[in-house]
Each structure stands twice: as structure tokens, then as C-alpha cells.
């Protein structure tokens, strides 16, 4: 898998063994700041656990083409994103994310997003991109809205955060809406 190039600052380089030291270290600063809305924090604690995280990942992105990658932002390491699962049957995927504390707020992550989805529709010729967010993650579920994502519906209960369970909001993009024009940028 090749990196992807999201803009002349920020690019998403796949993740890979060497990877692990720089990983952890970011995963330890933002330990807190993660723990609120994703459910593996407790199971990463060494860089060993990253190293079996990021094993996994490398294994998946070989038999899916499901790749995690490292976000660079002016040479930098600053977060995750990629593909949690391509469903190559129903032409499918998901796209998960996290971002340093220090590097929300400056549409990073919409900018990753944006080039996550232009390869599923146009490399990957998938047809569906879901992205779920829990329904109280408001600058989760801002990044596909500012993107023209669906809202399809609520998933009750659909994830168990440590101590409780969070439903999710899901929403999905498909070929269709990516392609069609924008407003404003219709043919005369
Ligand atoms: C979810 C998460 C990645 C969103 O980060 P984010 O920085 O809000 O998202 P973006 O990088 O797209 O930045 C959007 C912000 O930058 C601003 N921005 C600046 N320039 C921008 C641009 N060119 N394009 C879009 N937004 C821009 C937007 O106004 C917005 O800020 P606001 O919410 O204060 O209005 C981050 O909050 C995070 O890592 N949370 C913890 C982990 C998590 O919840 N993961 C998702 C689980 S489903």
C-alpha cells in the first residue's frame, strides 16, 4: 500500500514494524484525551502491545487491503486513520481515526478522511463508506457531516466503553453522493 498524500503538509503513510516506539509514545501522551471515546486503551500498555496491535494491522492490510496509517503532519506523527474493515463482497468499508490533542481543530483529520474515501471510491472501486461516532463524540460525528455523509440511523447500545455502553450514530457516503455535484457546482 502506497502512502496517500492529503496535502503539501500532511500525508498517511500505512503503519509498520518501526513504527512502534513512535506510536506508543504518542499513545501514551493522549492517553486520557483517547480513553473518552475508544474502547483499547486499557489493552495498550507497552510498547510491546503496539507492536502486536500494529502486527495485526499489517497482516490485515495484506489480506483485505484494509490499511491503518500513521497521519504526518509536517514530518510529524500526529495520529491514525485508515480502513477498519473492507467488506470486498458488498463493496464496503469503514473508516476509523484519532488525532493528538495538540493537532485537533485545524481540519487534519476532515483533510485525511477526504483522501481515505476518494481512494475507496476510485482505487479501491468500493461503493458504501460507513463511519460510525458515538452520539455524544461531537467532533467525531462533525468530520463525515462537514463531508456530506448520511446520517442512516442510530446503533443502540453498539459499543462498551470500559464502564458503559454508547450508541453509535452511523453514517455512511456512498459512490453516488460523492460523485454527485455539490451545491453551487451544478452544470448551467
Ligand atoms: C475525532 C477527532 C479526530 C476530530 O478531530 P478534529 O480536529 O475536530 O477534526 P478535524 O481535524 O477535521 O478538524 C476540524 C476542526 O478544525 C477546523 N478547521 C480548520 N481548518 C479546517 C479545514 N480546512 N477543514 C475542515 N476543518 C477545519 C474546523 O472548524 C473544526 O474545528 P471546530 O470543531 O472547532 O469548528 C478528534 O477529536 C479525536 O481524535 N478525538 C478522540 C478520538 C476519537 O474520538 N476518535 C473517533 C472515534 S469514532
Redesign the pocket.
Given at each position: 500500500m502506497k502512502t496517500l498524500h492529503v496535502d503539501s503538509r500532511t500525508r498517511l503513510r500505512p503503519v509498520r514494524r518501526t513504527d512502534a516506539k513512535a506510536l506508543f509514545a504518542l499513545t501514551e501522551s493522549n492517553r486520557e484525551?483517547?480513553r473518552?471515546?475508544?474502547p483499547w486503551l486499557d489493552a495498550i500498555r507497552s510498547e510491546k502491545d503496539t507492536e502486536t496491535f500494529i502486527a495485526a494491522c499489517v497482516e490485515r492490510a495484506r489480506q483485505t487491503g484494509a490499511f491503518t496509517a500513521l497521519i504526518e503532519h509536517e514530518g510529524r506523527a500526529c495520529?491514525v486513520a485508515g480502513y477498519n474493515w473492507i467488506d470486498a463482497a458488498n463493496h464496503a468499508c469503514e473508516i476509523?481515526?484519532?488525532?493528538?490533542r495538540d493537532?485537533?481543530?485545524?481540519?487534519?483529520?476532515?483533510?485525511?478522511?477526504r483522501a481515505l474515501i476518494a481512494h475507496a471510491f476510485d482505487v479501491v472501486e468500493l461503493n458504501r463508506v460507513n463511519?460510525?461516532?458515538?452520539v455524544g463524540?461531537r467532533?467525531?460525528r462533525?468530520?463525515p457531516e462537514?463531508l456530506g455523509f448520511t446520517q442512516e440511523g442510530v446503533l443502540r447500545d453498539a459499543e462498551w466503553l470500559y464502564d458503559h455502553y454508547v450508541d453509535h450514530a452511523l453514517y455512511t457516503l456512498l459512490r453516488r453522493d460523492w460523485e454527485a455535484p455539490q451545491a453551487g457546482q451544478e452544470e448551467p
Open positions: 484525551h483517547l473518552a471515546w475508544l495520529g476509523g481515526y484519532w488525532l493528538d493537532h485537533i481543530g485545524r481540519g487534519i483529520m476532515t483533510g485525511c478522511c463511519i460510525p461516532a458515538a463524540n467532533r467525531s462533525a468530520v462537514r
